[in-house]
């Protein structure tokens, strides 16, 4: 149970407690777990440190009836030398040998530090996994691609992300990369029913997913920002002096690299920070839990029948296209007597919830000399108030809103209660105004840089990242069908098919051109003939197959209005699932025994 967790915590943290006389190194513990570093530039000096440490362990637990497991307990030695002994290492009566690789919290932390046994292993996972959801899809039955998105997004796609941070390096090797894209690709045919030999990159622009390898780096620069946040990034030195070997980048240079050029404030602090405790409430939150129609039923009764001596304070946040901005309005005599309004300006980065915050926290500031009165803030952010009234707090803004807070209650009685947005209430309404105002010329305030603004950065130069390829190596008759209208139409396919996974493949096959159509059959030797088996006189690829075969003119003209187009134009001109259902009518696509699918259906 949870009291044995705080037990056992109770009494490992005697243990992590020894000076580095006892444990001349670095030991982590994780649930009953203990992880040792010993490092050094001689190797009598490492095994030194790291059977001093040992014995250290073993004497101590044997005060506590405990034991080491030797055969759980791994050794490694970190090193890119390659001709290198060391004396044995016990652990009791037992020797323990030397392992290649050791698994710590998930990750594979070979001896080389090259993490290319810790990528197998989660490509090997993800694959399996993807396999088991292969069971319950074919060519047109089974899951819809919408939903197979979501699995991959949600249950594969973080197998592969989890503490990219770290191994981000290994990225750089090409194997490495080739074998997490082929499980992207294996995962995006799955959900398109494509053929197996479908370009990947044509597969990502059409289901709108950014390359595996893109995405990692833009994961691995995320995680570098939140540790930096956290004020835990260290730095890695390297040996760069006259006797370094290779090239090999620290992670910590990979992540800063990738965040070079990035339009990140450098000056401004971050906004998240380590969670912290909020158990000292000296205020009281008010919101509807359940039944909000006769909380907001309520609301104006509330508001006339407050005590006249009562301070109301109503606050909002606005995000426009003039900038970000914040607004409140302090009355008492039930809103007939105003102690003050102002307008608050925040930074572009800002969030419409910082600005919720920051206008509850400014109202704070102004009601400062205020004493034994019973005061009532109002806002319309839900997620402000029960940011608020929870336990933990992870945001600084959060925490500063907190403080002020606490500061009012603690010489008067303070509410903190929600207000339902357009009623018509005049405080709320009043407030709103004063928002908007401070958005294009309220009084400047300073805030911290909010993780999510961050991330939105990030995404934005994996996109970026993405085109660039696309341009460069994006496949051809992709290129052609998409023309310049890209954006229309993979939106089209993802929203108006996403749920018909017949029509979706349909729609796949057509745009990359890999299909059961004669010239590709041929291609793939699973046709005699490249023919098309209505005119005879062309070979029979999308392009004739849509848009030039004569024997399908007369259909063609009462599917698009016309007897004959270039497959750009087609796609220009009409909507994707006019296109499908055209290609659907026709049968070409309906015997499935003829389309090559090992592999993949």
Known sequence: ????????????????????????????????????????????????????????????????????????????????????????????????????AVKFLGVTLD????????????????TGNLMQCKRAVGPTWGLEPNTCRWLYNTVIRPILTYCTSIWVRALN?????????????????????AMPSTPYLALNKITDTPDIVHFLQGEAAKGSTRLDAYCTLGQEALNLGKNAKGTIQAHTTINNKFLENLNIPKKVERDLSQPTLALNRKFTCFYPKTDTTSYRNSLESTINNLNPNTISCYTDGSKTDLGNGAGFIITTDNNNTIIKEASLRLP???????????????????????????????????????????????????????????TLGGANSVELRWIAAHRGLWGNEK?????????????????????????????????????????????????????????RIIKQVNTSLGRNRKKYRIATQLITGHCALNKYL???????????????????????????CPAKCINRAEYFGEYYFTISELFKRNHIINIVNYANNTGRFDVIEHQDVSGVT
Request: aromatic share 6%.
């Open 1 to 100: 149970g949870i009291n044995a967790e705080y037990g056992w915590n109770l009494v490992v943290d005697d243990l992590l407690s020894y000076s580095a006389k006892d444990i001349p190194g670095y030991l982590q513990a994780f649930a009953d777990d203990l992880a040792s570093l010993a490092e050094g530039n001689d190797l009598e000096v490492i095994w030194s440190r790291t059977q001093k440490t040992i014995n250290t362990i073993e004497n101590w637990c044997k005060t506590k009836d405990l034991s080491i497991s030797a055969l759980k307990t791994k050794l490694v030695m970190f090193t890119w030398n390659r001709k290198w002994s060391i004396r044995p290492i016990r652990v009791g009566d037992h020797t323990i040998e030397l392992s290649n």
């Open 522 to 548: 041929y291609t793939i030797q699973r046709s005699n003939t490249k023919a098309c088996p209505d005119c005879h006189e062309h070979e029979e690829t999308v392009s004739h197959f849509l848009g030039l």
């Open 173 to 193: 090797n090409q194997t490495n990369a080739t074998k997490l894209r082929r499980v992207q690709a294996l995962a995006l045919r799955i959900a398109a029913g």
């Open 348 to 406: 572009p980065h800002s969030t419409v919830f910082q600005c919720e915050l920051s206008a509850i926290k400014e109202a704070c500031h102004q009601l400062a000399d205020v004493h034994d009165k019973h005061v009532v803030i109002w806002t319309d952010s839900l997620s402000s108030i029960m940011a608020l009234n929870a336990t933990t707090i992870r945001s600084k803004t959060i925490r500063s809103c907190y403080t002020s807070l606490n």
């Open 431 to 487: 407030a709103d105004q004063l928002a908007k105002l401070g958005s294009a010329e309220g009084t400047p305030i300073v805030c911290p840089i909010p993780q999510s603004y961050i991330k939105n950065i990030i995404n934005q130069k994996v996109r970026k990242l993405d085109q660039i390829e696309w341009e460069r190596n994006g496949h051809p008759h992709t290129k052609l069908t998409l023309g310049n209208h890209t954006t």
């Open 111 to 126: 001896s080389k530090l090259s993490f290319n046994e810790h990528v197998n292993n989660i490509t090997q996972k993800a």
